[in-house]
């Protein structure tokens, strides 16, 4: 049985489906009975009616002192259909002589800072995977050991080193720890780390610089953004070097 969701891939609208198939079986009738037909009401139907005109699908009559409506030829749907095609095809031609003038300006906002927020878990997880998109090979991460361990397990933990690795991307991490945790943070071979005591430092957010990037991101919150920018990752990755290189100097 001929469905009215069928008819909307031609380009017809939920509602107008039902009016022209409606009219259609009916074969020319009033707004009242294409409404019941249709299981609409009646400025809905008006509304539909309307539009359906307007593209010849639908013809209007009098029929006493009421105005009536009939349903085009189907093969109106084809022409219809050819239409899109055309609009497409006009659309596609004018967005490549557009795109050069486009594109302009977009590069032009290359200096302005762009900042991308991130949510939950999975948020956190997708700013995780851009690290290793960096094509400087090098990380810089400053975290509080705590958090990420609470947040992320260690198969997903060891999943992420292990895609890094691979990858030949290396990491220089200032780690904040608890006391009570320096003894297994030691233990960890696969980073370059200098450590500093919560107590002194309480930094409880992460900071990654990699490339023209900075991510800030709260695991306890669940958020984060990347601020992408040459110069404002520069100047980090400077105050990163400086605090990591007296940090390891007085390790």
Known sequence: MLHYK???E?????????IYLSTLELGGESVLQIA????LNRVSTYDALRTLTNTGLISSFTKGKRVHYRAANPDRLGYLL?????DITRAEKSLKKLMP?????FNNQDNKPRVTYY????GLKTIQDSFLKTPDKLLRVIYLYDNVKKLFSEEERQLYT???QKLGIDIKSIVVYKEKN??????????DKVYLPFSKYPIKSDITIYHDNIAIASLEQMFGIIIENKEIANTMRVFFDLTWNLANKNK
């Open 6 to 8: 069928q008819l909307i």
């Open 10 to 18: 031609f380009g017809l609208e939920d509602k107008e489906a039902k």
């Open 36 to 39: 019941k037909k249709a299981k």
């Open 82 to 86: 050819n239409k899109q095609k055309h």
């Open 101 to 105: 003038e486009l594109s302009s300006f």
């Open 119 to 122: 949510e939950g878990k999975e």
């Open 162 to 164: 292990s895609k890094r």
């Open 182 to 191: 320096i003894d297994s943070l030691k233990k960890d071979k696969f980073v």
